[in-house]
């Protein structure tokens, strides 16, 4: 395919670790619990080749994780990762910036940031004249988001 998505690879890599065996029902026992950014390119399990921006799925049935980009995670999971690795790279670039909202609900679900932070980024996720306090606590949630994507590979 185009955009180097091979679906049949990624069936034959997600159907043994699952309990059905059956596409359409192993799919719902795997769920989003992680991203993370690979330091060097990695492959991922329907073939393509290279992948920085990682997912990590469980089986919740099985408890077997993988590794997968985020281009399977949109297809297979029907989940928007790559908002949420637009947000990553938008803070890197400039701490001023909020997070957006996808990136919000998914760190603010995975603990990252906490319920008052959640509600703080959808207050002024888009106001761009912040008071000073206002300001230093994006930055502040920026950097938790940040510090938890962790880096894969020679550290």
């Known amino acids: 395919m185009s955009d180097g998505y091979n679906l049949t690879q990624l069936k034959a890599g997600i159907l043994p670790l699952s309990r059905a065996q059956e596409w359409e029902v192993a799919r719902k026992e795997w769920k989003l619990?992680?991203?993370?950014?690979?330091?060097?390119?990695?492959?991922?399990?329907?073939?393509?080749?290279p992948i920085i921006d990682l997912c990590t799925i469980t089986n919740a049935i099985t408890g077997n994780t993988v590794d997968v980009?985020?281009?399977c995670v949109k297809k297979f999971l029907g989940f928007r990762s790559d908002l949420i690795f637009a947000s990553i790279k938008r803070i890197k670039r400039n701490p001023n910036k909020?997070?957006?909202?996808d990136a919000a609900v998914f760190f603010h679900r995975q603990g990252i940031i906490n319920e008052w932070e959640y509600?703080?980024?959808q207050?002024?996720?888009r106001k761009r004249d912040l008071t000073a306090k206002q300001l230093a606590t994006r930055h502040s949630i920026n950097r938790k988001v940040l510090a938890s994507i962790a880096r894969r590979g020679i550290a």
């Not at 619990?33 to 080749?49: K, M, N, R, Y």
């Not at 909020?98 to 909202?101: E, K, R, T």
């Open 119 to 121: 509600r703080f980024q």
């Open 98 to 101: 909020s997070i957006g909202p």
């Open 69 to 71: 980009g985020n281009v």
């Open 123 to 125: 207050d002024t996720g």
């Open 33 to 49: 619990v992680g991203i993370s950014q690979a330091d060097e390119p990695e492959t991922c399990l329907c073939g393509h080749f």
